[in-house]
C-alpha cells in the first residue's frame, strides 16, 4: 500500500487544536495566581482587623483592672469606718447605708458590664474559630488545585514549577496566619478567665457588703432601741421628782402640825 503525506489542511488543523490548548493552560495559570493573591491580600486584612481587636481588648482589660483596684481601695476604707459605727449617731448611720447602697449599684454595673465583656470575647473567639476553619478549607483547595495543576503535560511544566512555588509561599503565609489566630484565641481565652475570677471577686465582694449592710442595719435597731431606753428612763426620773417633790410637801406639812401641837 502507497503512504500518502497528510494534507496542508490536516496539518493546519493539528496546529490550531494545539495552539489553543497551550492558550487556555497559560490563561487558567494566571487566574489562579491572581485569586491565590487575592486571597492572600484578605488574609492579612483579617490579621490587621484582629490585631485592633486585640488592642482594643487590651485596653478594655487595663480599665476593669483600674476599676477593680478603685472597688478594693474603696472596700477597705468601708471596712475601716465600719468599725467605729457604735460611736455614730443616727442621722451618720443613715449617710453610711445610703453610701452602703450606691457602692452596691456600682458594683453591679461593673458586673453587668464584666458579663457583656465576656459574651462579646466568647463571640470574638466563635468568629476566631470560623475564619481557621474558613482557612483550612481554603488551604484544602488550593491542594487540591495543585494536584490537578501537576497533571497537566511537560509543556507547561516550569509553570508548574512557578505556580508550585507560590502555593508553598501561600500556604506557609496561612499556616503563620492559622498559628496567629491560634495565639490570638489563646489569649482571648485567658482574658476571659480573667474576667472570670474579677467575676468572683467582685461578687464575694458583693456579698460581704450586703452582710456589712445588715450589721450596719441591726447596730441602727440597737440604736433605736437604746434611744427608746433612755425616753424611759427620762420618764422615770421625772416622775422620780414629781415624788420627792410630793413626799417634802408632805413632810413639811407633818413639821408644821408637830411644831404647831408642841408649841400648843
Known sequence: MKNYPPSAAAT?????I????????????????????????????QCKSLSESVSVLQLEKEHHTTVQADVLEKLQGLTESFENLSLLSETKLQKVVTHAEKKIEQLQNVEIDLNDNLEKKEIENSQLRENLNEQDRKIAGLKEDLDSSLKIGKECEENFVQTKIKLDEVQESLCGTRKSFTDEIQKNEELSEELKELHSKLTESRSEFNEAVEKIQMLKKSNDELEGCKSELQTKVEALANCKQELEQVYQLVLYSFLGCRFA
Open 12 to 16: 493546519n488543523t493539528t496546529s490550531s
Open 18 to 45: 494545539t495552539d489553543t490548548t497551550t492558550i487556555t493552560k497559560d490563561i487558567c495559570i494566571p487566574y489562579r495566581v491572581t485569586h491565590t493573591r487575592q486571597m492572600l491580600l484578605s488574609v492579612e486584612q
